[in-house]
């Protein structure tokens, strides 16, 4: 099993490579914001920082992505009950996404996140995460397996732990 995952990385890299460069006006601004927060975020120094607005603006950016790949836009605008009925993973994935959008904004206006999760939630990474996988999603035949995951993880969790190590070191 973990062979035929190795086997499967670079595969997966050299796909979600290209289905960047078919749409570099998409994938690479989205990244480089997130550079550019992660390199802030690592530099300073300050508990301050992310905030629960951060938290709602995650919030509203999820509910943009669940959005973009719901059912309802796959077919133009037409709303079939169908869809959500029988729900294919594509609408789940959707209204797991607005159920996480609606946390976050209720988390954002009533305040009842202790401040480690705030960080976490309200971060860069976990929302660059999510749009990702909803962009890749619906934008290309790249199947969400656990190795596409790990590819997108491993980045995100490296600069998750270098800004907790900083945080910590003061």
Known sequence: MALGFLALVPER???LWALFWEEPLV???MLGIWVLFELYYIVSNDDNDVREVDVLDNGIS???VAIMISP???RGGELVWA???SPTPR???SMGLFAYAA???LAAFFKFMPLAVVHFLGGASIDTFFTLIGLVYVNSDIPLDPALITI???PIATTFVIKMVRRVSG
Do not use: G
Request: hydrophobic share 70%; net charge negative; proline share 4%.
């Open 83 to 85: 869809d959500f009925l």
């Open 152 to 154: 997108i993880l491993v």
């Open 62 to 64: 999820s509910i943009y």
């Open 27 to 29: 994938y690479f601004p």
């Open 91 to 93: 609408t789940l994935l």
């Open 13 to 15: 890299m050299a796909q």
């Open 72 to 74: 309802v836009i796959a």
């Open 103 to 105: 946390f976050l904004i």
